[in-house]
């Protein structure tokens, strides 16, 4: 319809002029005539009405008068002269049906961005994450989805963890480090080196719920000679609230031989220059984790086996799932009255496809608090080590009232 108006604008049609004849009364004739316009040079418009009605009622014949409607003057005046000025399209009809155009354009495009526009999601809409404070700092948010939430409609530890991982190997790649490989750089894949994380220390001060947003921050720091540490800090969008706080140590390993390996040079040249200076998030705990065995351990949970869809690129199990087979042997009632509010694992060794594992939990003694302390262990079959830990639990209530600051902010931040 504004193709038909537009093209109108610039090209006239004339009608030709046509006459009606009225009907003639009572000839028996039942149809109606329709109006029909007439165009006459001037530019005025005629209308003629003829109607017949219908030629017999109650056996009687009956007859109308013809009647004719017009609606020019009774002396037409004669036609106005042919000019360059009055021969122009006619620039409003044109201006009307673009006008037209970009109304239902907008119209459509409304009605398609109908969510609401939170300042939560306004920052980081798509989730993507970017560097900041001055390149060293790499920042994203997540959506907590219905699907990350467990009986008690928070967040499980497992979408912490998986955050957490998500957004480092994020900031490797923003960087531009990340070559063919999980998390490699260009000079770690020719020497075929990988990163291994060694110790994970996680500190949770509020577990988000369904629907909540929340900003991963992660930076790098130098540890010693052959190490590196990452921290991340998880704050809620909206308040601001330090949620978690989480410190981790990684080494590197050969992947041909799966043996510990130095940083080479070439490989810290290009690491160095993402260091961050500062403390880390979480003071280290050098507590030393007491070995567990069959006679110390209250629980055991035998026959754990990874499923495929539990391995990483690297052809190991991923380290998130090392915490849901410690979460096994956990005592059943610990698990509906507390949740987990600090956890510390050491790695030992990797875990393939076809290792068969067994998790083992004693409560520790020397806890202290209104909570509960757990030692763990996830092990094979014959004896080798995979993972040690520690796991410290409070009411569920507690969560509400927590000991993290919410003025913590990460390296750089005012």
């Not at 040079?41 to 005629?46: D, E, K, P």
């Not at 490797?172 to 063919?180: E, F």
């Not at 998880?234 to 590197?252: F, H, K, P, Q, Y």
């Not at 875990?351 to 302390?373: H, I, T």
Request: contains cysteine; hydrophobic residues 35%; neutral net charge.
């Amino acid at each position: 319809m504004v193709a038909t108006a537009a093209s109108s604008a610039f090209f006239p049609v004339s009608s030709p002029v046509t006459s009606s004849r009225p009907g003639k009364p009572g000839n028996g004739s039942s149809s109606f005539s329709p109006i029909k316009p007439k165009f006459v040079a001037n530019g005025g418009l005629q209308v003629k009405a003829n109607a017949s009605a219908p030629p017999k009622i109650n056996g009687s014949s009956v007859g109308l008068k013809s009647c004719s409607l017009k609606t020019q003057e009774d002396t037409p005046s004669a036609p106005a002269p042919r000019t360059f000025i009055n021969q122009l399209p006619d620039w409003s009809m044109l201006l009307a049906a673009i006008t037209t155009a970009f109304l239902a354009a907008e119209k459509q495009w409304m009605m398609l961005d109908w969510k609401p526009k939170r300042p939560d999601m306004l920052v980081d809409p798509f989730g993507l994450g970017s560097i900041v404070q001055h390149g060293l700092v790499f920042r994203q948010n997540f959506s907590i989805r219905s699907y990350e939430i467990g009986a008690d409609r928070t967040a499980s530890i497992e979408t912490v963890m998986n955050h957490l991982q998500e957004t480092a190997l994020n900031h490797v790649k923003s960087a531009g480090l990340m070559n063919d490989g999980f998390g490699r750089t260009p000079e770690m894949y020719k020497k075929d080196l990988i990163w291994v994380v060694a110790k994970m220390q996680v500190m949770v001060n509020r577990y988000p719920t369904w629907g909540d947003t929340v900003e991963v921050n992660t930076w790098v720091d130098k540890l010693g000679k052959n190490g590196m540490r990452r921290d991340w800090l998880i704050s809620d969008c909206n308040t601001g609230e330090i949620l978690t706080r989480a410190s981790s140590v990684w080494v590197m390993m050969n992947q041909k031989t799966r043996r510990l390996s130095k940083i080479p040079d070439e490989v810290r040249r290009e690491i160095e220059p993402h260091f961050v200076d500062s403390p880390p998030v979480i003071e280290d705990d050098d507590r030393k984790l007491p070995k567990l065995d069959d006679k110390t351990a209250d629980s055991i949970r035998k026959g754990l086996t990874p499923k495929w869809n539990d391995l990483d690129v690297n052809q190991h199990v991923n380290n998130v799932k090392y915490i849901g087979w410690i979460l096994e042997s956990t005592p059943q009632e610990i698990l509906e009255t507390q949740e987990l509010c600090s956890l510390t694992l050491e790695y030992r060794r990797e875990c393939g496809r076809e290792s068969v594992l067994e998790s083992l939990s004693a409560a520790d003694p020397s806890g202290k608090g209104f909570g509960s302390q757990f030692q763990h262990l996830l092990r094979l079959e014959d004896g080798g080590e995979i993972v040690k830990g520690r796991t410290e639990w409070r009411p569920k209530t507690a969560g509400i009232n927590g000991a993290i600051p919410s003025g913590e902010t990460s390296p750089g931040d005012s």
